[in-house]
């Protein structure tokens, strides 16, 4: 599972792993060279977080 985040919904997307998957999140902060096209996974904000499983 991974979720793209923006700093305002990190906390939600560590909740979602550790509810879902029943394992500590891994935290990853995007580069300026890996900025996406694509906005968190929960709203449209430019994403700085990859919360991964």
């Known amino acids: 599972m991974k979720y793209y985040t ?3 919904h990190v906390e ?3 909740e979602h792993i ?3 998957c029943e394992a500590a999140p891994n935290m990853e ?3 300026d060279e890996q ?3 694509t906005g968190c996974s ?3 904000e430019q994403p ?3 919360i991964t499983d």
């Open 48 to 50: 700085t977080y990859i």
């Open 18 to 20: 550790i509810d879902e």
């Open 29 to 31: 902060i995007l580069s």
């Open 42 to 44: 929960f709203c449209d």
């Open 6 to 8: 923006c700093k305002e």
């Open 35 to 37: 900025k996406l096209s």
């Open 12 to 14: 939600l997307a560590m």
